[in-house]
């Protein structure tokens, strides 16, 4: 049975409508049907849920409305999941979300997708602190581990990881978006794999194409000129900087209420986390599609891409003994101007 676009449409009608047992009642009707429950997972729920971050983005959702879909999709993947309760045939995988990633759900289908295809997996959740991953392993001995990173943002603690879990001799499979679309991080973090879907991660463990010993991590030589450490340090610091200066520069700023300098001060802190994270990989692309996408998001929003770039130019101003970190707000000030 083929998944068609009235199928997606009708479940991501039921989850924007907080109808959890229409969503439910939807998806096991579907298996009954003869439907496979990884198609349900894959062909259904997860380009779902991609449109369910579309509209967020796009100001046709709020965050509200975001997370409760995400929570019925959530819902609707357990109850696939135990329909069909698939029993292991597969040695054992451990799958988790890295430190700090809170966005479980895409590592939830790989994890179910891999429990369908008979692996005995442990999914251990979001934000699994490292250490805690390490005891785990050394407690169970999986074959492998595979770790989800929805945001770049996480990058440092990600590779933290990886590198911890290969240390103790377990190879690594990379995914989700924050590894890059096209892997690119993983592989400059020195995963063992990485695959762009659940499906392509199943099928790399399955094939047994990830390597039988770790490779050492990866060696960020940039990292040498502490750009990156010094930054995170004096964050607090240079974010205090750039909020003292905005009023003079933008006057509007000073008849904000309180609510609005708070608003303020988040987005200069989210943009504080990207530049960290393109300093940590040295990768002037992460920073700059974060850039766009912030500019994207505000024009939804009715919010104009100047104040994008006035903050990254103060950022830039504040940053006088940073040069990749100006060499980024730069490129990123381009990215908002273009916007």
Known sequence: MSVTVDVVDAYLERVGAADEFG????????LDDGMPAESLLLDVIAPAQRRVGEL?????WSVAREHGATAISERAVAAITTAVRPRPTRSRITVACTDGEYHALPTRLL????????WHVDFLGANVPGPHLITHLHQTGPDAVAIGCALPTRLPRAHATLTACQAVGIPVLAGGSGFGADGRFAVKLGADGWAPTANAA???????????????GATLAHLADEEYTLFVKRRGEILA?????????????RDYTQAQVDHTADDLAHIADFLSAALYIDDTRLFTDFVTWTCDLLHARGVPSRSVALALRLLHDELHDFPRARHLLAEGTLAADGA
């Open 23 to 30: 969503a439910i009642d939807l998806v096991l009707g579907l």
């Open 56 to 60: 967020w983005a796009a100001g046709a």
């Open 202 to 216: 199943a099928d790399l463990l399955e094939d047994g194409r990830l390597p039988s010993f770790p490779t050492p």
């Open 241 to 253: 900087g750039v909020m003292a200066e905005l009023p003079r520069r933008f006057p509007p700023m």
């Open 111 to 118: 994890a179910e997708v891999l429990r369908l295809r008979g």
